[in-house]
């Protein structure tokens, strides 16, 4: 069985206890979720779940299909790698003598495309949006130099293709 990344994307209404009950999902297939993120979407009163998983094409199908039969879910679709546009974002603090004592510091922010969003005496923030492996690589490079607190975003995404929510929730309104 090849395993691949899908990220699946959950259109909801914002209910409690939908996030309880699309994790059991993936928990009786015991299946670990890589990423989670949520967020409003670009429908008023609709909220995204985005979900990275890595299966095979048939289970992620099924999961899918299992998602879609709770009741305050929209629409679920899933999608490869290939076919969305996808990035995390992170946050490194890092105490403040490494910025000003050790220039090499100044060159690995640089290297990285990194930004520096605040300086205090005690540390400084430096937030860092990329692919995971981009996220890691500088979060191991910065290690060495006091690293305090590290953090990262699930993925957030959009696909390539249209996925037409904005007519499926139309066609409720007409129907109802």
């Known amino acids: ?34 990423s989670f993120s ?9 909220y995204r779940f985005v979900i990275v998983v890595k299966t ?15 009741v305050d879910v929209i629409k679920a679709f899933y999608h490869t790698d290939e076919e969305t546009i996808f990035q995390e974002n992170a946050l490194y603090k890092v ?11 100044q060159n690995i922010i ?3 495309h990194a930004t520096i969003v605040t300086v205090s005496p005690e540390f400084f923030v430096i937030e860092k949006t990329g692919f995971r492996e981009e996220t890691e690589k500088l979060r191991k490079e910065l290690a060495p130099y006091g ?5 990262r ?13 904005s007519e499926i929730l139309e066609s409720f309104k007409n129907n109802n």
């Open 147 to 151: 690293l305090l607190q590290f953090v």
């Open 1 to 34: 069985m090849k395993k691949d990344t899908f990220t699946i994307s959950v259109y909801t209404e914002n209910n409690i206890g939908l996030l309880n009950r699309i994790s059991a999902i993936f928990l009786k297939r015991h299946i670990n979720l890589e």
């Open 56 to 70: 095979d094409s048939e289970r992620v199908r099924k999961i899918v299909q299992q998602i879609e039969k709770q």
């Open 153 to 165: 975003s699930g993925r957030i995404s959009v696909t390539k293709a249209k996925m037409g929510i």
């Open 110 to 112: 640089k290297a990285s």
């Open 95 to 105: 105490k403040s003598s490494s910025l000003f004592e050790e220039r090499q510091i």
């Open 38 to 46: 949520t967020s409003q979407s670009e429908i008023q009163n609709v």
